[in-house]
Each structure stands twice: as C-alpha cells, then as structure tokens.
C-alpha cells in the first residue's frame, strides 16, 4: 500500500510544457483519476510516476521517499496501456505468468497467483489462448490480470477502456471499480472520458495544458467547477455559459440584454467584490433550467431552436435573442422546432465566473 505525491513537478520537451508545476496527492488505496483533453499531459504524469521519463524539475515521492532516481523496476508499480501491449506469441498464462519468471518466482508460486488471478478475473478458461484469439474485453482483462499477479504498490492505468465498445466498456468500468475497490491498491487511471472519471473515481485531478485545473471528489468537480474549463468539460450536455452584466440598483440582477435574472442583493455584492469588472459569465447546468409550454410567473420567452430525443430525456435548446440555452426536459413536453416556449434558470444553480480570469466567482 503506498501513497503518491508529486511536489511542483513538471517535464518539458523542448519547448513544450507536457506537465507544468503539478502538486498533487494521491492517498494510500485512493483511485485518483487524471480527467482532461488529448494532450493535456496525462500519460507523461502516469509515465513520470511510473519511472518511464524523469521529471525536469520536482519531486516524486511514494510513501515520503523521493524516487526521482529510482529505476521503474524498483518502484513496484504496474502499468496497463490503452493498447494492453501482449505478447502475441505468448498464451495468455505466460502473458500473466513472464515478469514473475523473470523476477525467479518459483513455478508452484506463479502457478497459483497466476489461476488465482484468472479465476478473479472470469479468464481461467483463456489461459492457453493466444492474444489474437481473444475478444479485445478478454485482451483487456488479461492486460489487467498480468499487472495484478505482480502485486504492485500502485496501478498506473492510461486509458485501458478506450478500444472496447461502448456496452463492454460501460460493463469493464464497473468490474475495475469494484476490483480496485477489493484489492485497495492505490490506482492512478487515465481518461479523457468524463462520465468514465465521475463513476469511477474516488478523486478526479482535471487537467488542462499541463496544469492540474481542479482536484476534488466527483460531486465537488461537477457541482462546484472551480473555472470554465471545468464547467464545461465535465457534464453532458455541456453546461451552459453566456455572458451577463451584473446591475445593481434597486433590484439586483444579471443582464443578457435580452432577458434579466433576478438575484440577491448579496450575491451582487459577492460578485462586485471578487470579480474584475460587472462582466461575468453565467454558467447553468442543462438539467438546472425549468422549460414550459405555457407563460408562468418569472420565466423568460424563448423559440426551440433545437429538440434532441434520447427516449428517457430530451434536450430542449432554447433561443432567446442570441443567448442558446439547452434544457433538460422529459420527452413526454412534446415541444417542436420553432415552437414558442419558456424557461426558467434556477438562481441558487447559477455558477458565476469573471468574464477574464474565467475563474469561479460564486
Ligand atoms: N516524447 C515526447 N517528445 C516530445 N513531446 C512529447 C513527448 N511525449 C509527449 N509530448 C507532448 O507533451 C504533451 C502531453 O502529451 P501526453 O501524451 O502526456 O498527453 P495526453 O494527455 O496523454 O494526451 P492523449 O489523451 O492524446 O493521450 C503533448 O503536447 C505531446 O505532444
Ligand atoms: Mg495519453
């Protein structure tokens, strides 16, 4: 069982800053998940940790031992790639079986953790298989059996899910969750999927060219987004964001220009002190926006610019001027293209950022 840390660290190339001054903390037995875009230097952070590159500058540590110099061999960690990276010539026992073989565990030894771990893992049956003989859910699994047989203090995972269709890979999230959850080894994984990093983490780390935006609990990233960035790239559809004027005379609002919201002497004030000008940027969750057919008390007008069905939900995308908003509604609503309609956005679920930092104001 070990704990991660690294301490302002970053790996350059040349000119580019693949991780910039990362400070992050990855509790013993956590599974702490690396959310961002292609690029944003996700597998060179697991590679770092890993000993596969070296940090140009800062500090890894594992249980408050600094390994920067340590060999990967000597860090017991396992990796499993995005392409499981077998051996094909090998059957998948001696897949599982080669780096105990290598380590000189005896024969018996190797034996019993490598059934054992096939038995875990619903793969006994495939052991005297080749690679090229399995479904890519089975290469997956036996990618994942070779890294538990070593035991290693930590899981390093760079997107394993990724080649297997939607429905294994929905099943796949689940069974490493609650595999991870029984071994309690401490897990770093890699996704650019977000709904793969909300159900799967027990820490989300979202990064963004480099730089760690935000790190918090599943809740804490989706309900309280701490910049745009994060706002947007988590959640589906993506929240909403339009810009707004914060007016403060008698009765406290935001603007569009084509609609007001009211809010809160208070949170007026908020906002007039932590931002850097009566500019902001609202932003709204789909699933925060009230949509009606009818005119009620406090809604706003709007044309349905858009209607997508997806049989238990539609998503509604509303016009009002040039602001488009997309609504979560049930699809039983009946709205059409071109239909007149009305929402309402709920004050207390508005995100307020500053219109040039983008940063989160309240
Ligand atoms: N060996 C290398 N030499 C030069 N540049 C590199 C090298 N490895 C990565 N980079 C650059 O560093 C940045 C981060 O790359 P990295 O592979 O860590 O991103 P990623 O988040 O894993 O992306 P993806 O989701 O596409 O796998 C990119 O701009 C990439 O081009
Ligand atoms: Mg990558």
Do not use: W
């Not at 051996?87 to 030894?109: C, I, S, T």
């Not at 939607?166 to 994984?189: C, D, F, P, S, V």
């Not at 007001?260 to 709204?284: W, Y």
């Not at 406090?298 to 998503?315: P, W």
């Amino acid at each position: 069982m070990t704990e991660v840390k690294l301490e302002k660290v970053c790996k350059y190339f040349g000119e580019t800053k693949a991780v910039d001054n990362v400070d992050l903390q990855v509790n013993d037995g956590e599974f702490m998940v690396l959310l961002g875009p292609s690029g944003c230097g996700k597998t060179t952070t697991l590679r770092l940790i890993a000993g596969l590159e070296k940090p140009t500058s800062g500090l890894i540590l594992f249980d408050g031992e600094v390994v920067n110099e340590l060999e990967p061999k000597d860090r017991r960690v396992a990796m499993v790639f995005q392409d499981y990276a077998l051996y094909p010539h090998m059957k998948v026992f001696d897949n599982m079986a080669l780096n105990l073989q290598v380590r000189g565990v005896p024969r018996d030894e190797i034996r019993r953790k490598v059934l054992e771990t096939a038995e875990l893992l619903g793969i006994k049956h495939l052991l005297d298989r080749k690679p090229g003989q399995l479904s890519g859910g089975e290469q997956q699994r036996v990618a994942l059996g070779r890294a538990i047989v070593r035991e290693p203090s930590v899981f390093l995972m760079d997107e394993p899910l990724s080649n297997l269709d939607a429905a294994l890979r929905a099943r796949m999230r689940g069974e490493l969750k609650k595999l991870q959850e029984r071994l309690k080894t401490t897990t770093i994984y890699v996704t650019h999927d977000q709904i793969e990093a909300m159900v799967m983490a027990n820490r989300i780390a979202v990064m963004k060219s480099g730089r760690i935006q935000q790190i918090g609990s599943p809740q804490e990233i989706y309900n309280r987004p701490t910049n745009r960035f994060v706002a947007e790239f988590v959640g589906s559809p993506k929240m909403n964001i339009f810009d707004a004027t914060v007016i403060s005379d008698e009765n406290t609002r935001l603007t569009t220009g084509e609609f007001d919201i009211d809010i809160s002497p208070l949170l007026a004030r908020k906002v007039a002190q932590s931002s850097s000008g009566p500019e902001v940027l609202v932003g709204v969750r789909p699933e925060d926006v009230a949509v009606s057919t009818t005119y009620q008390e406090g809604f706003i007008e709007a044309m349905i610019y858009l209607v997508e069905d997806i049989g238990n939900l539609s998503f509604v995308t509303l016009q009002a001027g040039d602001v488009f908003i997309v609504a979560q509604a049930p699809p039983s609503i009946g709205l059409k293209v071109g239909d007149k309609a009305y929402f309402k956005l709920i004050a207390e679920k508005l995100h307020i950022f500053d219109k040039k930092t983008e940063e989160l104001i309240i």
